[in-house]
């Protein structure tokens, strides 16, 4: 299972995460994976994996969340891996979220103060029962902490500038520290108001003035309050969340206002009336499944300044998504929206999605097509389609001259990539569990000079041999084959025309019985093959008869194979 948070990036290769077998205890990482160029991720539901991956070697990671790994004890050293090319762990997290960790006992942080989060915002760690100790000592970019139903924890907070938003719940031994500088707040209701003053702000000279001077604060939740305290939330709050409160519509008064950048709203499924607001930069709806989409003309007469917009489990009505309602759009992410047929572009209004940098279209069974003439987003880098079982073609992409990331993942009625091709700027290809698409030449990949890694897992019935000679560019990274049932061989010149070859991952093909006769590519530097049950075997160090094709390879990680 994945989840979303508004305004990121979903690395659908991640779902593989609970498909593999259970002997895959700790997640397959490798140096050249796509994983690198990654903003945000969720893993969540995957109780066979008992520590987690180095995620502090990606560099542009942003959100990290971790829900309800049950296997997992313990979080040290292995989270960051720090070494000699990779000085600092998590250069670029700003929230990290751990949730209903069951079974996790203990954390150890960095002993260098303030090197293992450097740019850290918001932190959460809730529903961890049995978590103990520690916690990292010093965050001082931090400006919202939250601590809750950890009854254990009996660690000193973390240190932290006094604009830190600090929220604890029942986890009554959780220490404050004593540094001149740690501002806490007493305990609190989960479901109370918080305002934050700006420093930069002149202190108020009486109770009256305070409520006008309260700063833009950088986030105020709201549940389970009326409609008139609704109404009195400070009217320089820049960001809003509301979740499960039973509204028809929101107040024009709340959206009417200027400094209203960031709106979420959560299991608010009495909504109705799409909230619109000129201000707007950022829209967040999860659950609010009776919310009805505006009409064209709507949204146009609000000149929307929408940038970020995520519609999850929510709009039950919407069968046609026009992408190009709001014109100024960077990240657009649909995930189950259980009716959705179509993606379109609307006539009369903008034709050409200059501003879209993301499109991810997740969970939405029932979408049929695509845009049917050609995708106007020229500066569009990521393209996700994830679980999308009625899906058939895909647009034309060659317009799309930045994309450099395309996932499609659980597609099974698709039938075809593009005929035309795909974006000479593609960097990461992955595609995965589409029953009907097996990668042939005509797809011309070998003309894609910037294509680093491809990815082809699942699927592929009739594919008995990979790759065909000419099939892939010969400046490829990076490799990875999985869950092909029927693959018998490597075309040993198929892979020894990828010169640049240096990562290879094979996993879970069984019919696979050898490896090439020549060998491997020259520059290969890491290689994995596991759950290959004929093949491993043979691989063993010193003891397999495939060993010496690979024993020059620098990094090797195959299964372990009993006497």
């Known amino acids: 299972?994945?989840?979303?948070?508004?305004?990121?990036?979903?690395?659908?290769?991640?779902?593989?995460?609970?498909?593999?077998?259970?002997?895959?205890?700790?997640v397959r990482w490798s140096e050249g994976s796509a994983l690198s160029t990654i903003r945000f991720l969720c893993i969540s539901d995957y109780n066979n994996c008992s520590s987690l991956p180095p995620f502090g070697q990606l560099p542009f990671l942003e959100n990290l969340i971790i829900q309800r790994i049950g296997g997992v004890r313990s979080i040290g050293p292995e989270f960051y891996r720090m070494d000699l090319t990779f000085q600092k762990p998590f250069q670029s997290l700003?929230?990290?979220?751990?949730?209903?960790?069951?079974?996790?006992?203990?954390?150890?942080?960095?002993?260098?103060?303030?090197?293992?989060?450097?740019?850290?915002?918001?932190?959460?760690?809730?529903?961890?029962p049995k978590l103990e100790g520690d916690l990292p000592k010093c965050l001082p970019f931090l400006i919202k902490l939250e601590i809750s139903k950890c009854q254990q924890l009996a660690a000193s907070l973390p240190w932290t500038s006094e604009r830190c938003l600090l929220k604890l719940d029942n986890c009554d031994k959780v220490q404050k520290r004593n540094d001149d500088n740690q501002t806490v707040e007493p305990q609190f209701s989960p479901r109370m108001i918080h305002q934050e003053q700006d420093n930069n702000q002149p202190t108020p000279s009486s109770s009256d003035d305070q409520n006008q001077q309260l700063s833009s604060s950088l986030s105020i939740n709201v549940s389970s309050m009326g409609m008139t305290q609704l109404?009195?939330?400070?009217?320089?709050?820049?960001?809003l969340r509301i979740e499960r409160y039973a509204l028809h519509m929101l107040p024009e008064e709340i959206l009417k206002r200027s400094s209203l950048q960031h709106l979420y709203i959560i299991d608010s499924i009495s909504l109705k009336i799409f909230p619109q607001s000129p201000s707007l930069k950022t829209l967040y709806i999860h659950n609010c499944k009776k919310l009805k989409f505006p009409q064209p003309s709507k949204v146009m007469k609000q000149d929307s300044g929408l940038e970020d917009l995520c519609l999850g489990s929510s709009c039950d009505s919407?069968?046609?998504?026009?992408?190009?309602?709001?014109?100024k759009l960077k990240s657009l992410s649909l995930w189950d929206c259980r009716n959705l047929e179509h993606l379109s572009i609307e006539k009369g209004l903008q034709n050409e999605l200059t501003s879209l940098d993301s499109l991810e279209i997740k969970g939405c069974p029932n979408l049929r097509s695509f845009v049917e003439e050609e995708f106007q987003a020229p500066n569009l880098t990521s393209l996700v389609f994830f679980n999308c079982g009625s899906l058939k073609s895909l647009p034309g992409m060659q317009s799309l001259k930045s994309l450099q990331s395309l996932y499609i993942n659980k597609c099974p009625a698709l039938e075809s990539?593009?005929?035309?091709?795909?974006?000479?700027?593609?960097?990461?290809?992955?595609i995965s569990f589409c029953d009907k698409i097996t990668p042939q030449k005509g797809w011309e990949l070998d003309n894609l000079h910037s294509l680093s890694h491809f990815e082809i897992e699942g699927g592929c019935q009739e594919l008995e041999s990979f790759p065909e000679e000419g099939l892939l560019p010969t400046n490829l990274n990076s490799l990875r084959i999985s869950r092909l049932s029927n693959?018998?061989?490597?075309?040993?010149?198929?892979?020894q025309n990828i010169t640049s070859l240096q990562t290879l991952e094979i996993n879970c093909c069984n019919k696979l019985n050898c490896l090439p006769e020549h060998g491997l590519p020259s520059a290969l530097y890491s290689l994995s093959i596991t759950d290959c049950s004929l093949l491993n075997p043979k691989l063993q160090n010193r003891k397999g008869r495939e060993w010496f094709k690979i024993a020059r390879i620098p990094s090797i990680q195959l299964?372990?194979?009993s006497d």
């Open 1 to 26: 299972m994945m989840t979303e948070i508004p305004g990121t990036e979903l690395p659908l290769e991640w779902s593989r995460i609970n498909e593999s077998p259970a002997k895959e205890r700790a």
């Open 487 to 495: 693959l018998k061989f490597l075309n040993g010149e198929g892979l």
């Open 231 to 239: 109404m009195e939330l400070s009217t320089d709050s820049h960001s």
């Open 559 to 561: 299964d372990e194979v």
């Open 417 to 430: 990539l593009p005929t035309e091709g795909l974006p000479s700027s593609l960097i990461i290809l992955c």
């Open 318 to 327: 919407l069968q046609n998504f026009p992408l190009n309602y709001f014109p």
């Open 94 to 128: 700003k929230t990290l979220k751990f949730e209903a960790m069951l079974q996790w006992e203990r954390w150890t942080p960095l002993e260098v103060e303030g090197e293992e989060f450097p740019c850290l915002q918001e932190f959460y760690i809730i529903n961890c």
